[in-house]
Nanobody
């Protein structure tokens, strides 16, 4: 079992940067693919980014490519989402999640979720 706790959210002006962190408990962190999702006001939860178990492969939704970078540290049991050039439309609650599934980026395939951290981007 994995417990996830996000941090690093906040209020930032458009064009600014934030780094989200996800602290994971448990000794099997490296056996999970880690993902970031977000849910904006009045919107469905959407996939943002995913990283494989070793950290050697990543994938992003089109709207964040070139601006967001997902990474992980399997020694520290941490996952990160570095966000630059933030836009008002990036405003959302951001969740980290863990999955044993080797392919899917669908939220339903993620077994463990954090409580979320709010990111607000002002124009």
């Amino acid at each position: 079992q994995v417990q996830l706790v996000e941090s690093g959210g906040g209020l930032v002006q458009a064009g600014g940067s934030l780094r989200l962190s996800c602290a994971a408990s448990g000794r099997t962190f490296s056996s999970y693919r880690m993902g970031w999702f977000r849910q904006g006001p009045g919107k469905e939860r959407e996939f943002v980014a995913i990283i494989n178990r070793s950290g050697g492969a990543t994938s992003y939704t089109d709207s964040v490519k070139g601006r967001f970078t997902i990474s992980r540290d399997n020694i520290k049991n941490m996952a990160y989402l570095q966000m630059i050039s933030l836009r008002p439309e990036d405003t959302a609650i951001y969740y980290c999640a863990a999955t044993n599934n080797l392919r899917s980026t669908d939220a339903g395939s993620f077994e463990y979720w954090g409580q979320g951290t709010q990111v607000t981007v002002s124009s």
